[in-house]
């Protein structure tokens, strides 16, 4: 018997305000919408779930980093973590056939989705679910967990951090010469990548 999603139902609207007048006339429309479409969705199947992280993520890109999970929060007193689940697992596994995860539960796909998994690990785990395994989040954190303990580093990787070494130490030698609007923008970018560092599941 394939393994069944977990059944977290919607939550009813979470007392948290959010400002939506703060926003564009337009981008309000949209992110509204957006809503809206996600209240409609089944959240008992995993198609449901996945769609709702597709519709998460397009309203992410439509606001500001700082504004998306208030929106989140007011609209459906989601927790960052259960955005960012919802929102990983669209982004890895939403353009699989419905009928490659039917052996999956929601939360494998959840650990499976996490930035710092390793590809070859998911890979393992769909050829398995493919041959007739049931994946469940125990399988699927024991085989994360194998392919990290064999992890070397990625050469590409390491040349991205040696590149962000060399532009923040030339940065430091022209922070004198910038505008007030270049130091709010490097700023900006700088707290957004931070908050990713500090957590890789995002």
């Known amino acids: 018997m394939p393994v069944t999603a977990n059944r977290p139902t919607l939550p009813a609207r979470s007392p948290a305000k959010f400002d939506f007048g703060s926003l564009e006339a337009d981008v309000r429309v949209q992110v509204l919408r957006q809503a809206a479409a996600i209240r409609e969705l089944n959240c008992d199947s995993l198609a449901g779930k996945i769609e709702i992280g597709r519709r998460l993520a397009t309203i992410r890109k439509l606001v500001a980093w700082f ?90 990787a390491e040349q991205l951090v040696n590149g962000v070494f060399q532009a923040l130490g030339k940065f430091e030698n022209f922070r004198d010469r910038l505008t007030a609007s270049q130091r709010d923008r490097v700023l900006s970018r700088l707290i957004s990548a931070a908050n990713l560092l500090s957590d890789p599941q995002e």
């Open 67 to 156: 504004d998306f999970q208030p929106i989140v929060d007011a609209e459906f007193g989601w927790s960052k973590t259960t955005t960012t689940n919802y929102k990983n697992v669209a982004r890895i596994f939403g353009n699989l056939k419905p009928g490659r995860l039917a052996r999956f539960d929601w939360s494998a796909l959840v650990v499976l989705a996490r930035r710092d998994v390793p590809r070859p690990a998911r890979i393992e785990a769909l050829r398995r679910a493919r041959a007739g395994e049931n994946i469940g989040k125990q399988l699927a954190e024991s085989i994360v967990a194998r392919h990290l303990h064999s992890l070397v580093a990625d050469p590409d």
